[in-house]
């Protein structure tokens, strides 16, 4: 073999370029070509069940299906069985756990014989998707798949109407220690709001330490209640947040503050964006990405939606520091609104979807206006609607960079 094929970083990046299987293929080449490939192998797992199948066949019945693989323990595991399993764990970084009624059952099994030394010693990420789980979840089990090397967690919840989530959300909270956690994500169905988002106002509370937060669950409302009851989550540099495509009415918005934010994420109704937009701490914001619904409004009230995303523009303005701006709207709107976002001064980045061309100006002279206004705007895309036909009154599809 050339020795070229000895240079580590070299095969790095070849396997970086390859799928999981033909990576797998070229680690049985050679044993400097194994040590490169495992944790490229072995980093992500999506299904624990492919680590179990690392034990002796011997000590286990699997009917494996694609990611549910039902298995039974058959015999009593010793120290040395688990030496196969350890050596390929060693590796993993990333694991999606299932959490369902027929899964806990077969997790349960390996309790008893778990070995001395941590199962997954250097995990750095947990994806959890919780169905359903007992009234009272062993904890032993949970922490296994929680060791306190995460840095983050991911809740996905797949049955709505269940407590499930609720409970492994409290467990978090009160019974695991997750000192080197730095994101947490949670996501599913609506309705399954309304039975997490105490659990999850407390979890954020004892996290202050969080540097990244999602949240893809539930309403406008109670979105905007589990992050009012969060406290300040003084190191929160991004936050991420989806709701459904609804009207959604704030009274009097909640300061949010998160003083050190400085990526956001949104996608729902306008009220509910500019309710957040309007709450979060704006010195050292950096990027903004909006993705503004007009579900439940239609033609008949165009008005009442340009007023909703005028003030989302109009929030945005108070980000003086803002590199990176990207918004669409549901609806066409008029170019005049960019306006609204002229007081970022060191924008580099600009993008508008769902831009209606005022007719006072052409697309050249739209370029020259906010290019003037913008000195460090490199980048400048101004399009219509992404669902709209080409029409008159529309913005052309373009887009400018300068220097």
């Keep these: 073999m050339h020795q070229i094929w000895e240079i580590p970083e070299l095969l790095e990046t ?19 070509f194994w040590w490169t490939a495992m944790p490229y192998v072995w980093g992500d797992i999506d299904t624990f069940y492919k680590l179990m199948q690392l034990l002796p066949e011997d000590a286990l019945s699997t009917t494996y299906d694609d990611l549910v693989a039902p298995f039974t323990i058959k015999r009593r595991l010793k120290e040395s069985d688990w030496a196969r399993f350890l050596i390929h764990s ?57 060791p306190h090397t995460l840095s ?3 809740i996905r919840i797949q049955k709505s109407g269940d407590l499930s989530a609720a409970r492994v959300i409290r467990m978090l909270t009160e019974d695991i220690e997750l000192t080197h956690l730095k994101s947490f994500s949670i996501g599913g169905s609506t309705d399954s709001a309304y039975h997490v988002k105490e659990s999850v106002s407390k979890f954020l509370r004892s996290q202050q330490g969080l540097q990244a937060v999602t949240i893809e ?10 992050l009012h009851s969060a406290g300040q989550l003084l190191h929160l540099h ?47 914001m950096r990027s903004v990405k909006l993705l503004v619904d007009d579900d439940g409004f239609g033609e008949e009230n165009k008005a009442e939606y340009a007023i909703l995303f ?21 609806m066409a709107v008029s170019t005049r609104l960019l306006d609204h976002v002229m007081t970022c001064k060191e924008l580099e980045t600009l993008r508008f979807i769902g831009a209606d061309l005022d ?17 460090r705007l490199a980048t400048l895309e101004v399009e219509p609607p992404a669902t709209s036909e080409d029409s008159s009154s529309a913005a052309s599809s373009s887009s400018f960079t300068g220097t």
């Design 14 to 32: 070849i396997f970086g370029f390859l799928v999981t299987s033909d990576v797998a293929v070229m680690a049985s080449v050679c044993r400097s």
């Design 90 to 146: 060693h590796y993993t970084k990333k694991l999606c756990v299932i959490l369902a009624d027929e899964t806990w059952k077969d997790y349960l099994q390996l309790l008893p014989d778990l070995p001395s030394t941590p199962l997954l010693p250097n995990l750095e990420s947990t994806e959890l998707e919780i169905s359903q789980v007992p009234n009272t979840p062993n904890l032993k089990l949970l922490a296994v798949f929680l």
């Design 152 to 154: 983050k967690v991911q």
């Design 217 to 226: 669950i539930g309403s406008g409302p109670e979105i905007f209640g589990i």
């Design 238 to 284: 991004h936050l991420s947040l989806w709701t459904e495509r609804i009207y959604s009415h704030f009274e009097q918005a909640p300061r949010l503050l998160f003083p050190e934010l400085e990526t956001l994420k949104m996608e729902g109704p306008p009220s509910f964006i500019h309710a957040v937009l309007d709450c979060v701490g704006s010195a050292n």
């Design 310 to 330: 005028t003030s989302c523009l109009a929030s945005i303005g108070r980000f003086v520091h803002l590199k990176k701006l990207d918004f669409e709207s549901g």
């Design 359 to 375: 007719p006072l100006e052409n697309g050249e002279s739209l370029h020259e206006r906010v290019t003037m206004a913008l000195p």
